[in-house]
C-alpha cells in the first residue's frame, strides 16, 4: 500500500470538523443520558468522560516521538476510532444495567457505573490525541490550531442543538460520526482511506439502534401496565415528547384531587418528556360537565376567589389548565408554553382527541420561556396561574437541584407582581412533600419578593392551601378581604384541604383533613413571616432560602449538616429524604480531581527517565495553564446562565452564548499572533476581560431590563456583540501561553495541553458548586481573580 505523505501543514479543516464532531457528542450525550437515566446523572457521567482529554495528554506525553512520527495514520485513525467508537460506546453503555437509585445499597451499580465511564472515556479519548498530537506536531502554528480547534467546537455545538430540531437523537449522532470519518479521510488523502471510511459510513448508517430508558422512569412504569402502548414520539432540543395509550386502563391524572370528588375523570392520554414528568392529554369534546373534576383541585381556588379573571397561563403544556380556565368561564387566557412541539401534539396530531384546548374561546397561544415573556410584555393580568411543571417522583427524590430555574426567583415572582392588575392574584401550585421543602422556599420566595416591591406587611397578602399531594400559594396584589379570606374557608372545607395560612389564621384552624404529624406548613409559614425568620432558616434541615437571578437553583435543598442524620435514619428509610442533586455534582468533583491528578501526574512518574523531567519551569507553566483552563470556564458558564434571562430560552443561551465565546476566541487567538515572538502575555489583554467581565455585572441587569422585549433575532444579535469582546480577548492567553513553550520547551506541549483539559472539566463543575453557594457573580469575579494569577505565572523562562 502507497505511504500517505508527509503533513507539513496542520489539517486545519479536519481539526475543525473533529472538534465539532466531539462537542457535538457531549451535547447529544447530555441530551441521551437524560432521556435513559435522568439530567444529574448525565452531568456526572459526561463531566468524567471528558477526561479523556486529559488521558490523550498524558499518553501523548510517554508516547510523544512513536505517535509524532506517524501522526498522519494516527490523526486519521483517531479520527476514524472517535466516529466508531462514540455510537458503540453509547450502545453499550445503556446496556451496561446501571440503576443510580440503588448505588448505596448494591456495590454492583458502582462496578457498572465504572465501566460506563471507561466506555464514555474512550470516543473523547481518540478525539483529544488527534488534537494534542496537532499541537505537538505544529507548536509554531499554535494560534492557528488552537482557533480551528475551537471555533470548529463552537459551530459544532450550535450545529447539534439546530439538527436536533429535526433529527431523533440517535440519527444526529449517525451523522456526527460520518462528520469524523470525514475528518480523517482528509487527512489520509488515500484510495484505500477513502474506501474504508466510505464502508464505515454505510455500517453506521444501517446500524439499528435505539434508546433504552431506566426501568424507574415514569415512563417505563407507565408501559409496564396491561395495554398500554407508545401511541407516537416526538423530539426536539426541549425534549423527548413520548404519547402513551393504554386501550385497557386510560390514564385518569388529576394531581392531588380532593377525595371528596364524585365525579368520573375523562379519559386521558399520558405525555412524557424525556421519560418522566406525565402530562395528560384529555378527552374533551366541548361540554363542560366532564371537567367539574377540576375544579376539585387545589389550583381552582383562586377561581373562586375572582370574578371572570382575565388569566395569563405560564407552562401551559397539554392544556389541563385552559380547560380548567374554560370550565371557570373564563373570558380570556393567554397560554404560554415553552414547547412548540408539545403544543403542535396537542392541536394538531391529537387536536380531535383534545379538543385544541389552544383553541378554545378566549385563548390566545404563545410559545416562548414563561419569565422572559412576562417581562417582554406590556399587559397585566388578574391571575397569573404557574402551572405545576415537574414530576412528583422526580421533585421529591430532588433531581432537580442541579437545574436552573428563574421561573421561582424573588426577581421572577416580582416581575409577575408587577403585571397584576390591582386586585389580582399570582397562584403557584407545588408538590406536597414532607418536611416541606419547595412549597416553604416558594413561601420565603414570596416574602422577600413582596417585601422588595415595598410591601410593608407581607402577611396580608399571602395564602396557602395544601391537599393530599399539592400545595397551591396565593399572592395578592394588595390586601386579602375578610370576604376573600371567609370564601377560601369554604372552598377549602367543601374539598377537605388544610388550610396552611391567610392572615389571620388560628393554630385550630389547620391540620385538619390530610393531618401530618405536625402542622408542619403552618409553622413554617409563621416562622418565615416572624422576627425570627433568619434563624428559622438556618436552624431549618433543608435549604429553604429564597432563590435570586444570581443563584437559581430553586431546587437545591441540600444541607452538609443534616447528612449524617440522614444516614443514621437509613435503615428506617430515612434515605428518600437526601436531595440527590447537589451530593452527586460534589461526588463528580471528587472524581474528576483524583482521576486529573493522575493523569497530570502519571506523565511526570513515568517521565522520568524522559527529557520531561529535567524542564526547568515546567510547575510554572503547569500552574498557568491550569489557571487558564479555571478561569475559561468560570466565565464562560456564568454568562451563558446570565443570558438564558435575556434570551428567554436556555437553549439559545447555550447554543448562541457558547458559539460567541468559541468563534470569538478563535478570532481572538488568531489576532494574537502578533504578541507571539515577545516571550509574554501582554498585561493589557487580562485587563480587558477584568474590565469587561466586572462592567457586566453592573450593566447586563439593565440592558436586560431595557431590551427583553425586542424579537428573538434581535436579541440573539445583541447578544453576540456582547459576547464577542470578551471572547475575543480570552482566546489569547492560553495560545501564547503554549506558542512560549513550543519554542523553548515543545516536549511539555502535551502534557500542558492535558493539564488545561484536566482542569477545565473540574472548574465546570467547580463553577456549578460555586454558583450555589455564592451566586454567578463570585464565580465571575473569581474568573477575573484566576486570570490575574495567570498573568503573573506566564512561562516566560521555560527551558528543556
Not at 386510560?250 to 368520573?264: C, T
Not at 417582554?376 to 433531581?399: N, P
Not at 472524581?591 to 515546567?618: E, F, M, T, Y
Request: one cysteine or more.
Amino acid at each position: 500500500m502507497p505511504k500517505p505523505h508527509i503533513i507539513v501543514e496542520p489539517p486545519l479543516l479536519s481539526l475543525s470538523l473533529l472538534s465539532a464532531a466531539a462537542i457535538g457528542y457531549e451535547v447529544l450525550l447530555t441530551r441521551m443520558l437524560s432521556i435513559i437515566q435522568w439530567h444529574h446523572f448525565a452531568y456526572m457521567i459526561i463531566s468524567v468522560a471528558l477526561l479523556g482529554y486529559g488521558a490523550a495528554g498524558a499518553i501523548a506525553v510517554v508516547a510523544e516521538s512513536w505517535l509524532l512520527a506517524r501522526y498522519r495514520q494516527v490523526f486519521a485513525g483517531g479520527a476514524a476510532l472517535f466516529g466508531l467508537s462514540a455510537i458503540a460506546c453509547f450502545l453499550a453503555a445503556q446496556e451496561a444495567g446501571f440503576n443510580p437509585l440503588e448505588v448505596l445499597w448494591d456495590p454492583n451499580q458502582l462496578l457498572r457505573l465504572a465501566w460506563i465511564y471507561l466506555l464514555l472515556v474512550t470516543p473523547f479519548f481518540f478525539a483529544a490525541l488527534c488534537v494534542c498530537l496537532t499541537f505537538a506536531r505544529f507548536p509554531a502554528n499554535a494560534h492557528r490550531i488552537y482557533s480551528a480547534d475551537i471555533a470548529g467546537a463552537g459551530l459544532g455545538g450550535m450545529a447539534v442543538i439546530l439538527a436536533l430540531y429535526v433529527l431523533m437523537p440517535l440519527a444526529a449522532l449517525k451523522l456526527l460520526c460520518l462528520l469524523a470519518l470525514l475528518a480523517g479521510a482528509l487527512v489520509w488523502r488515500h484510495l484505500s482511506g477513502a474506501i474504508l471510511a466510505c464502508l464505515a459510513a454505510a455500517m453506521l448508517l444501517l446500524l439499528p439502534a435505539t434508546l433504552h430508558l431506566s426501568d424507574y422512569k415514569d415512563l417505563s412504569v407507565a408501559l409496564r401496565a396491561q395495554g398500554a402502548q407508545t401511541a407516537g414520539q416526538d423530539s426536539s432540543p426541549l425534549g423527548l415528547l413520548t404519547v402513551v395509550e393504554n386501550s385497557r386502563v386510560p390514564f385518569r391524572h388529576a394531581p392531588g384531587m380532593s377525595l371528596n370528588a364524585a365525579m368520573d375523570i375523562p379519559e386521558q392520554l399520558g405525555v412524557f418528556v424525556d421519560g418522566d414528568g406525565l402530562s395528560p392529554i384529555t378527552r374533551f369534546d366541548g361540554g363542560r360537565e366532564p371537567l367539574a373534576y377540576l375544579d376539585f383541585l387545589t389550583s381552582a381556588l383562586p377561581y373562586h376567589l375572582l370574578p371572570q379573571p382575565n388569566v395569563l397561563v405560564l407552562g401551559a403544556g397539554t392544556g389541563a389548565d385552559l380547560l380548567q380556565a374554560y370550565y371557570h368561564r373564563v373570558p380570556h387566557v393567554d397560554a404560554v408554553e415553552l414547547n412548540p412541539q408539545m403544543v403542535e401534539l396537542v392541536q394538531r396530531r391529537y387536536g380531535t382527541y383534545s379538543g385544541t384546548p389552544y383553541s378554545l374561546p378566549g385563548v390566545v397561544a404563545h410559545i416562548g420561556e414563561a419569565r422572559g415573556f412576562v417581562a417582554g410584555s406590556g399587559a397585566s393580568w388578574d391571575l397569573i396561574q404557574v402551572a405545576l411543571l415537574d414530576s412528583f417522583g422526580v421533585s421529591s427524590a430532588g433531581l432537580y437541584a442541579l437545574s436552573e430555574n428563574y421561573l421561582y426567583t424573588v426577581e421572577g415572582l416580582r416581575e409577575y407582581l408587577r403585571h397584576l392588575n390591582p386586585g389580582g392574584m399570582l397562584a403557584l401550585t407545588r408538590w406536597v412533600s414532607v418536611p416541606p421543602r419547595d412549597t416553604l422556599k416558594l413561601f420565603a420566595t414570596a416574602i422577600a419578593a413582596l417585601r422588595q416591591s415595598g410591601v410593608a406587611d407581607p402577611a396580608a397578602q399571602l395564602a396557602l392551601i395544601r391537599g393530599w399531594k399539592t400545595a397551591t400559594l396565593l399572592v395578592k396584589n394588595g390586601a386579602f378581604s375578610a370576604q376573600e379570606i371567609a370564601r377560601i374557608r369554604e372552598f377549602c372545607q367543601a374539598r377537605s384541604f388544610d388550610v396552611d395560612y391567610f392572615p389571620g389564621i388560628k393554630p385550630d384552624e389547620v391540620n385538619r383533613y390530610n393531618q401530618l404529624d405536625r402542622p408542619y406548613y403552618y409553622q413554617g409559614a409563621m416562622a418565615l413571616l416572624g422576627p425570627e425568620s433568619s434563624d428559622f432558616l438556618a436552624r431549618y434541615k433543608f435549604n429553604i432560602a429564597p432563590a435570586t437571578d444570581d443563584n437559581p437553583y430553586f431546587f437545591h435543598f441540600f444541607k452538609w449538616g443534616s447528612l449524617p442524620e440522614f444516614i443514621r435514619l437509613r435503615e428506617r428509610g430515612g434515605m428518600p429524604l437526601l436531595e440527590w442533586g447537589y451530593p452527586i455534582l460534589a461526588a463528580t468533583l471528587l472524581q474528576a480531581v483524583l482521576v486529573s491528578a493522575a493523569l497530570i501526574l502519571l506523565p511526570l512518574w513515568l517521565a522520568r527517565k524522559h527529557d520531561l523531567a529535567g524542564v526547568a519551569g515546567r510547575g510554572r507553566a503547569a500552574s498557568y495553564f491550569a489557571l487558564l483552563g479555571c478561569a475559561f470556564m468560570f466565565l464562560e458558564i456564568a454568562y451563558i446562565q446570565k443570558f438564558i434571562l435575556f434570551l428567554s430560552h436556555p437553549l439559545y443561551a447555550v447554543g448562541v452564548v457558547l458559539c460567541a465565546f468559541l468563534v470569538c476566541a478563535g478570532l481572538g487567538s488568531r489576532y494574537a499572533q502578533r504578541w507571539e515572538h515577545e516571550g509574554r502575555l501582554p498585561p493589557g489583554i487580562i485587563a480587558a476581560i477584568a474590565a469587561i467581565a466586572l462592567a457586566y455585572l453592573v450593566l447586563l441587569p439593565v440592558l436586560f431590563a431595557a431590551l427583553i422585549a425586542l424579537p428573538d433575532w434581535a436579541r440573539i444579535i445583541i447578544t453576540l456583540i456582547l459576547i464577542a469582546p470578551l471572547g475575543f480577548f480570552m482566546g489569547m492567553p492560553f495560545p501564547l501561553g503554549l506558542a512560549q513553550v513550543g519554542r523553548t520547551a515543545p516536549q511539555l506541549v502535551p502534557w500542558l495541553w492535558g493539564i488545561n483539559a484536566c482542569t477545565s472539566v473540574v472548574s465546570a463543575i467547580l463553577a456549578a458548586l460555586l454558583a450555589m453557594h455564592w451566586g454567578f457573580s463570585a464565580v465571575i469575579l473569581a474568573g477575573v481573580v484566576l486570570y490575574g494569577l495567570a498573568l503573573k505565572l506566564f512561562p516566560k523562562a521555560v527551558a528543556g
